[in-house]
């Protein structure tokens, strides 16, 4: 593992969020790409078992980047990686809801809104495919991953049960 | 519906634990906990209030959870409302994080640690692909936001260009045949 470079991190992550327009998701792969490619300071696989450990906490699902801080850097990693997550939203936030609430039928806004939602929500998929591709090297990893998204689909379940399952999948070392 | 004395000032510890019991209810989703706080236990927002304050911070960058808690925080007492919502909303996620990080160090090698992570890897794969796919059924069916989805999936998800690229090309353009649409 190469030192990280935590200047450079922070202030990617930075402009990244000020564009995360639909959330942690739709930056994933970006994340993912910079750490992983550009910045070479964890594998795939160390990559995506810092995402799936951050599910299992409590608390909003982007603390990933968090732990991922944490892990690279110790307490200088986690301010390097969070900072940049409540920045635009104190800056950003508080200037659109003011605007919004005043002008809420501005087309402007709506088109923003209707333009850019596609591109998110094809964002995030890049996002999905990225993880399932880092964490899957067998037919049998890929049943897993497209079993939990079919039943996920059908029935509205805590998480923590899929997750759980999974870990004992993992340990009886049926995937 | 009756409604909520919206401009009323909540003191700043109230904010803080509102915001941590949420936080800290929230295994995999918060939505659900952050309505049955702000709008039932608390009465400080009407579901209609929640709702336009939800789709606010869907619609800005950052996370919704971060955003949404900022605008509660800031309406109902200040910057500094914003900012004790904040720390109650991030501060304990952050430290149950490092203390998976400090085990993750020492026992992330372990075998049976790394044959449980594999599985729940894989999991935690498959939960967003469900998620992503359930937001994508807003979409209109129509080709045009499709083709914005398609393009902007194949250049970061197969391609791996940098996302600032891709937005960069994608949005303008998407915006401006939106800005058709809309009148």
């Known amino acids: 593992m190469e030192k990280p470079d935590l200047t450079a991190l922070f202030l990617h992550l930075m402009a990244l969020w000020f564009i995360a327009v639909g959330g942690p998701s739709a930056i994933l792969p970006e994340i993912h790409r910079y750490v992983v490619h550009v910045q070479h300071l964890l594998t795939s696989e160390q990559f995506a078992e810092i995402y799936t450990l951050a599910q299992v906490a409590p608390g909003p699902n982007v603390m990933y980047v968090t732990l991922m801080g944490w892990y690279l850097a110790g307490w200088k990693g986690v301010v390097a990686t969070t900072i940049p997550l409540v920045i635009p939203a104190l800056t950003l936030t508080m200037i659109v809801g003011h605007l919004n609430e005043r002008y809420p039928n501005a087309r402007f806004g709506r088109a923003v809104r209707r333009g850019v939602t596609p591109i998110t929500i094809g964002l995030m998929f890049a996002g999905a ?10 037919w049998r990893g890929y049943l897993l991953t497209f079993a939990t998204t079919a039943v996920v689909l059908r029935k509205t379940l805590n998480p923590l049960w899929f997750l759980g399952a999974g870990a004992v999948a993992g340990i009886l070392g049926l995937v | ?9 909540v003191t700043k510890l109230a ?126 069916r129509h080709w045009r936001p499709w083709l914005f989805g398609i393009l902007a999936f ?27 649409e809309v009148d």
């Open chain 2, 15 to 140: 904010l803080f634990r509102s915001f941590s019991r949420i936080t800290l209810s929230s295994f995999g989703g918060a939505l659900f906990w952050t309505r049955r706080e702000l709008v039932e236990r608390q009465r400080w927002l009407t579901d209609r209030e929640f709702v336009e304050l939800l789709t606010v911070s869907q619609l800005l960058p950052g996370p919704n959870v971060v955003n949404l808690t900022v605008m509660v925080g800031h309406r109902f007492g200040g910057f500094g409302g914003a900012a004790v919502g904040l720390a109650g909303s991030l501060g304990w996620p952050c430290l149950v994080v490092i203390g998976m990080g400090v085990l993750y160090r020492h026992f992330g090698e372990l075998p049976l640690a790394q044959q449980a992570l594999a599985g729940m890897s894989k999991v935690a794969a498959g939960l967003l692909l469900a998620t992503v796919i359930k937001l994508a059924m807003v979409l209109p």
């Open chain 2, 154 to 180: 194949a250049g970061v998800g197969i391609l791996r260009w940098p996302l600032l690229w891709i937005v960069a090309a994608l949005a303008p353009v998407a915006v401006l045949a939106a800005w058709k």
């Open chain 1, 129 to 138: 495919s990225v993880l399932a591709r880092a964490v899957n090297h067998d």
């Open chain 2, 1 to 9: 519906m009756e409604s909520t004395d919206s401009c009323r000032r």
